[in-house]
T-cell receptor, first 115, second 111 residues
Framework: EPEVTQTPSHQVTQMGQEVILRCVPI?????FYWYRQILGQKVEFLVS????????KSEIFDDQFSVERPDGSNFTLKIRSTKLEDSAMYFC?????????????FGPGTRLTVL | GQQVMQIPQYQHVQEGEDFTTYCNSS?????IQWYKQRPGGHPVFLIQ?????EVKKQKRLTFQFGEAKKNSSLHITATQTTDVGTYFC???????????FGKGTRLSVIA
């Protein structure tokens, strides 16, 4: 069964450093998302991406964040200058369509630890 | 923005007991989705409800969407240790908007 993959599974970085989290969405999916989950809390939307541009972003997704689809398979989330509060689990998700009733498939996540 | 409240936050049950989590909104929802997240895992889609009063079953899991489409519930009959995890409800305001998750109910099952 097709699945979303993410690398690395765990990233440890120093405050102020840049990190890039990578995702490979399911191959025939057109809509891509990043969510984050601070330990023990709910899943929060960061950004959605379609047709090589951002569709929607949340208040969390400030100028420190950017997304890119550098090739036909990868979807990346970059945090330019990490802060302690960026420590969280980051989930990539994809869906075939964007309608109300479309299921999103989540990847296994990248645990980001900012020291 | 539009939010959903989930209760309870935590639930500890003996294996074999039933479990129910509730998801409540102050406004009408066009749809509700349920996800399960195992400890250390990622959210996995369980089901979607879209019709008023809709009831769907998956083996020991029963999902309901209220008549007013403002609340939903997930009921597990005769829990097993494999049911352990956090159950989230989520919804979309419209087709192109992201999923909004509730805070989840963490289920522990004691063997």
């Amino acid at each position: 069964e097709p699945e979303v993959t993410q690398t690395p599974s765990h990233q440890v970085t120093q405050m102020g450093q840049e990190v890039i989290l990578r995702c490979v969405p399911i191959s025939n999916h057109l809509y891509f998302y990043w969510y984050r989950q601070i330990l023990g809390q709910k899943v929060e939307f960061l950004v959605s991406f379609y047709n090589n541009e951002i569709s929607e972003k949340s208040e969390i997704f400030d100028d420190q964040f950017s997304v890119e689809r550098p090739d036909g398979s990868n979807f990346t989330l970059k945090i330019r200058s990490t802060k302690l509060e960026d420590s969280a689990m980051y989930f990539c998700a994809s869906s075939e369509m964007a309608g109300l009733y479309n299921e999103q498939f989540f990847g296994p996540g990248t645990r980001l630890t900012v020291l | 923005g539009q939010q959903v409240m989930q209760i309870p936050q935590y639930q500890h049950v003996q294996e074999g007991e039933d479990f129910t989590t509730y998801c409540n909104s102050s406004t009408t929802l066009s749809n509700i989705q349920w996800y399960k997240q195992r400890p250390g895992g990622h959210p996995v889609f369980l089901i979607q409800l879209v019709k008023s009063g809709e009831v769907k079953k998956q083996k020991r899991l029963t999902f309901q969407f209220g008549e007013a489409k403002k609340n939903s519930s997930l009921h597990i009959t005769a829990t097993q240790t494999t049911d352990v995890g956090t159950y989230f409800c989520a919804f979309k305001i419209s087709g192109n908007t992201p999923l909004v998750f509730g805070k989840g109910t963490r289920l522990s099952v004691i063997a």
